[in-house]
């Protein structure tokens, strides 16, 4: 295999089939052609999207750690030297990596190691599933067999991040609750009473709304302030990318828009595949979307929608699991396979590598 790359298909091409991919392709398309703000993106020749970014590599790293580091001689003579041109395997808008079936998973662990890995310092397949309860059993073992061989082969493979998710195995929010226990359904409960000062509106995405260039400004604005007040900032998305994924009629896109009277308080972009509601974007206006509790409203009207549509399970992204254990969420893990190009770089990052598996402390402390 070459490391050629091929320009982005257009609607009439052969759709690549994805393993361990929850999203419908056009989101994939998407984010080649209009990728984050300084993100390189390509389609390799067997279809893998991967992109280069500069990347800080304490973007992950635990807090305890981070502190440590900066705490050493002369941090800030030298701190730039941590962010280093690096690629990525996957995309930023997708749960999971998406790997071409029509490759094996030997054949794309060959391909990674020789072809795309000397390409730059850090590489980083992100996002490989571990027995998700989300995928397939052959899904799974795809992903399964590409982490031994990438291990074999001197891959670190690092503990990734908690996926948060609901099985839709009650028919009432009522019976919902009722798992929880009584201190956090008083709190829930108690936040959910704003909920009657808004109104609900589900947009289908393709909605003649979205051709308001004024209105599709105000929606991104939205989302800039929820990545502005986050405490990692990587993936910034552009306004194309919003605008494409909004005006797209075909991609069965739901955005919950919650008003106040004649304003705005915030939106959620969701889509609905296959049998999941897949929980992507968020925009809030603050102060206002706090006062409103819309975070935890949001949560309760994608359960009830999922409920209302039969579906099977509600995936509510990567971020706050501690937010979303106390919503009663379950979690399943991912594997990061990291190749530092440097062999004593490479020693170096198998030993800390336990200080960038903060989801999986997580885990364990919760669980406790």
Excluded at 214 to 219: F, I, K, R, S
Excluded at 223 to 250: C, M, N, W
Excluded at 287 to 313: G, H, I, M, R, T
Aim: proline fraction near 5%; glycine fraction near 6%; charge should be negative.
């Amino acid at each position: 295999m070459t490391c050629a790359l091929q320009p982005m298909p257009n609607s009439s091409a052969p759709e690549v089939a994805y393993a361990c991919c929850l999203e419908a392709q056009s989101l994939i398309g998407r984010f080649l052609q209009h990728p984050p703000v300084g993100f390189d993106a390509h389609l390799s020749d067997q279809g893998l999207p991967y992109f280069y970014t500069p990347f800080d590599l304490l973007t992950t790293a635990d807090d305890a750690f981070v502190k440590r580091v900066r705490g050493w001689l002369g941090y800030r003579f030298w701190h730039s030297w941590l962010r280093i041109d690096s690629c990525f395997v996957g995309t930023t808008v997708s749960e999971y990596s998406p790997l071409p079936q029509g490759v094996t998973p030997q054949d794309l662990a060959q391909w990674l190691h020789y072809e795309c890995a000397p390409q730059r310092q850090l590489t980083i397949i992100k996002d490989v599933p571990c027995n998700s309860p989300l995928l397939s059993d052959a899904d799974n073992r795809y992903a399964h067999d590409l982490v031994e061989d990438c291990t074999r082969r001197g891959f670190i493979s690092l503990e990734g991040q908690a996926l948060a998710y609901v099985p839709i195995n009650f028919t009432t929010i009522d019976e919902y609750l009722a798992r929880l226990s009584h201190s956090r359904r008083r709190n829930i409960r108690r936040k959910l009473r704003s909920r009657e000062a808004m109104r609900v509106e589900i947009l289908e995405t393709g909605d003649a709304r979205f051709n308001d260039d004024a209105w599709l400004t105000h929606l991104y604005g939205l989302y800039r302030a929820v990545y502005d007040q986050s405490e990692i900032h990587f993936d910034l998305l552009t306004p194309e990318f919003f605008s494409g994924l909004l005006k797209d009629a075909a991609s069965s896109g739901r955005v919950f828009c919650y008003w106040h009277c004649d304003e705005l308080i915030g939106y959620n972009l969701c889509y609905v595949e296959g049998d999941k509601l897949l929980d992507k974007y968020i925009g809030l206006n603050y102060p206002q979307a706090l006062e409103f509790n819309l975070y935890f409203v949001s949560w309760f009207v994608n359960l009830e929608y999922a409920v209302a549509n039969d579906l099977k399970f509600y995936v509510a992204g990567w971020t706050d699991p501690q937010v979303k254990a106390s919503l009663g969420a379950d979690f399943t893990f991912t594997r990061h396979l990291v190749w530092v190009r440097n062999p004593l770089l490479r020693k170096l990052g198998n030993r800390f590598r336990h200080h960038f598996e903060s989801d999986a402390q997580w885990q364990q402390e919760h669980t406790s």
